[in-house]
């Protein structure tokens, strides 16, 4: 969130030298585009994390499709023989 802050920190610097007409526009709306960093950072996160969880989901359910089946044994599953 830091970085998130930081960085909309940068972009409104940048704007306010880059455009000296709108810098009174910049000053009056720099103290809420900061006070929203964080639920602005909240919804990237959430945008960006749900096309993971999808496409896992998607091709777990192709595997289940096609009739393929995923091993569930562990490493620590395995009983050694005793004979």
């Not at 103290?31 to 749900?50: D, K, N, S």
Request: proline fraction near 6%; include cysteine; charged fraction near 10%.
């Amino acid at each position: 969130m830091i970085k998130f802050a930081a960085g909309i920190g940068v972009v409104l610097t940048v704007a306010y030298l880059a455009l000296p007409d709108a810098r009174a526009w910049l000053l009056a709306s720099a103290p809420v585009l900061l006070a929203l960093a964080c639920p602005l950072a909240m919804g990237a996160m959430m945008f960006m994390t749900q096309g993971k969880n999808s496409n896992a989901a998607a091709s777990k359910n192709q595997c289940a499709k096609s009739g393929d089946t995923m091993p569930n044994a562990h490493a620590g599953d395995a009983v050694p023989d005793k004979s």
